[in-house]
């Protein structure tokens, strides 16, 4: 086969040609139609032809829904509950992993991280066959700290309807979150925490620091960017819940809508209500709230500098 | 400094129970897919795996094309795989070893969409994907999931570092053409960062779910996720069936990470610890 002669000036062009043509196509194009999309009103089963013009009415509909307001706090709810244990976890289980375990380290730190690359479809099923009230496994296990003297006091006095009571819904699926990804933060500090000078942690101790006075005193403060990081990942992330959800609530929102995320919101609005104008300027409030909670995140954790 | 000879047995056993609820819900997922749906929910709760795992099957078949919903996850993961390895191959070696006008400005638009929510692209994707007629066609998952920014920046990372720029000037000095020595040079010293974007596009494609969910609308195009999906319903879920479909779902994912497993943590946390 005879290939092109290709001189080195024009060789990159070449070879991002294929990665650009698709990039500007299915990711900018997208991007900038749906923000197009926002200011218009379309019915999609009368073809492209009668979208019109609308201004801001997509938004100011978005913004006196009731709904929206609720999936919004829904979804705040949501990355708070699940976002916050995750970190407050994964930090002394990263430190417990990094002193404690070395042979095995790679095995233990599997099996952590194992939730987060399997199926969230399958495991959200598996998970609302756990939550189910008769028999679901966690109210089996409820069921048996109910007969303990102390504990029994503690836990509700009926079986719980996980996934059909409103006030049970996102406690369900903020324990699935945070089941799902506080292995991916072990692995994030774990990798930082290695980053830390071992001499750092023998000075402490000659000057007869305990391992608490160590996690405290070193290691939390060395891992101060990496928890910046972690926490932005987790409030990004957690603001873009959409399938947990999704599967918990049979892709409905749950009953009261309580267990409806802004992303399950807008993919009802778009696709079971076939408004794609008030969809669209929805994902870009949303997007706002983001960048918004990012740049805030990114205010308080960042070392103050002068 | 009591606490001091306390901490390893206390740490172990953290660490352990962690892990047993970690690994419990994989457990159950192969027990349940062994139960009948009966089984499954009585008192007490199946602890050990059953017998009726081809009864699952046998229901799960008849309630949907599973073998084929199977194949078009297979399909679309191993399609999108080989698109995302070449074009992201080529996009990060001109990115690393390169200088052309506006590479900075570009490469930062680049990682700047991989920041961005999937949300924003669910419904233009839907209405381009209508526009092109690519509704029910496994290339609407494939092409677009080609363009990866994340396999650009892994790419240029690793090229960055692992293709010495004297050895491509060599080879351009001996007369091997641009192309050639993307080919004969670049190419297999990329093997293992090639091997790592490879199983993380894999990956990826088979547990995509917000992608099939709007593009593909008939359940003879469904890939696993969606079908699975399909078979919850509000009042009669045929739990073992489901469980079986799950189970083989996610099987593969678990033997490729146990595999893998230091490869893919290290790739996935990329970003996060350079």
Redesign the interface.
């Given at each position: 086969m005879k290939l092109p002669r290709l001189s080195p000036r024009q060789t990159p062009y070449v070879l991002l040609l294929p990665f650009v043509a698709l990039f500007v196509v299915f990711g900018l194009f997208p991007l900038a139609f749906s923000l197009f999309l926002a200011f218009q009103t379309w019915e999609p089963t009368s073809g492209l032809g009668a979208m019109s013009f609308v201004g801001a009415d997509n938004f100011l509909f978005a913004l006196q829904d009731e709904w929206f307001w609720k999936s919004l706090k829904n979804t705040g709810w949501l990355a708070l509950v699940s976002g916050v244990p995750q970190h407050l976890v994964a930090l002394p289980l990263a430190a417990f992993i990094h002193a404690s375990f070395k042979r095995l380290r790679n095995g233990v730190v599997g099996a952590y991280f194992m939730p987060y690359i399997t199926s969230t479809v399958a495991i959200a099923i598996l998970f609302s066959s756990l939550f189910s009230t008769d028999y679901g496994l966690i109210n089996v296990g409820l069921q048996l700290i109910r007969e303990l003297p102390l504990l029994g006091a503690l836990v509700p006095a009926q079986p719980v309807d996980w996934l059909n009571d409103p006030d049970y819904i996102k406690p369900a699926i903020a324990t699935l979150v945070f089941w799902r990804y506080v292995g991916f933060n072990v692995v994030l500090y774990l990798a930082a925490m290695q980053t830390i000078p071992r001499d750092l942690y023998e000075a402490a101790r000659m000057d007869g620091a305990g391992r608490l006075q160590q996690f405290f005193y070193i290691t939390l403060p060395s891992l101060k960017p990496m928890i910046y990081f972690g926490v932005t990942l987790s409030v990004v992330g957690g603001l873009q819940l959409f399938e947990e959800a999704f599967i918990l609530t049979q892709g409905r929102g749950g009953s009261d809508q309580a267990g409806m995320t802004t992303a399950v919101y807008l993919y009802r609005m778009a696709f079971d209500f076939n408004d794609f104008g008030a969809a669209s300027a929805m994902s870009w409030l949303l997007f706002i709230v983001v960048g918004l909670l990012t740049w805030l995140t990114n205010r308080a954790f960042r070392p103050s500098k002068a | 400094?009591r606490?001091?000879r306390l901490?390893?047995w206390a740490?172990?056993c953290?660490?352990g129970i962690?892990?047993l609820?970690?690994?419990a819900?994989?457990y159950?997922?192969f027990v349940?897919a062994t139960h009948s749906r009966t089984e499954?929910?009585?008192?007490?709760?199946p602890m050990w795996f059953g017998n009726d795992f081809l009864n699952n099957l046998a229901i799960l078949t008849k309630k949907i094309p599973f073998w084929r919903n199977l194949g078009w996850s297979l399909y679309v993961a191993l399609a999108s795989t080989a698109l995302t390895l070449?074009?992201?191959a080529?996009?990060g070696?001109?990115?690393a070893l390169?200088?052309?006008r506006h590479k900075k400005i570009f490469f930062g638009?680049?990682m700047g969409?991989m920041?961005?929510?999937?949300?924003?692209?669910?419904?233009?994707?839907?209405?381009?994907m209508d526009?092109l007629g690519w509704i029910d066609e496994p290339r609407a998952l494939y092409?677009?999931g080609?363009?990866s920014?994340f396999g650009?920046f892994l790419m240029r990372q690793f090229c960055a570092s692992a293709i010495p720029r004297e050895l491509v000037e060599a080879a351009?000095m001996d007369g091997c053409?641009?192309?050639?020595i993307?080919a004969r040079i670049v190419l297999p010293l990329l093997k293992p960062a090639l091997g790592t974007l490879g199983l993380i596009t894999f990956?990826a494609s088979?547990?995509n779910?917000?992608g099939p969910?709007?593009v593909m609308r008939s359940p003879d195009m469904y890939t696993?996720?969606?079908a699975?999906?399909s078979l919850?319903s509000?009042v009669d879920t045929e739990?073992g069936a489901?469980?079986a479909g799950?189970?083989i779902?996610?099987l593969p994912?678990?033997v490729l990470?146990?595999l893998s497993?230091?490869q893919?943590?290290s790739g996935?946390?990329t970003g996060?610890?350079k």
């Open positions: - | 400094m606490t001091d901490a390893p740490a172990y953290i660490v962690g892990m609820i970690m690994l819900p994989f159950f997922m349940f499954i929910f009585s008192l007490p709760p070449l074009f992201c080529m996009g070696y001109a990115f390169f200088e052309f638009l680049v969409t920041l961005l929510p999937s949300f924003m692209n669910m419904i233009p994707t839907f209405m381009i526009l092409i677009p080609a363009a920014a650009i351009r053409s641009e192309l050639g993307f990956i088979w547990n779910f917000i969910l709007v696993l996720p969606l699975l999906r919850q509000p739990w489901l469980m799950s189970a779902a996610t994912l678990i990470f146990v497993s230091r893919l943590i996935l946390t996060a610890v």
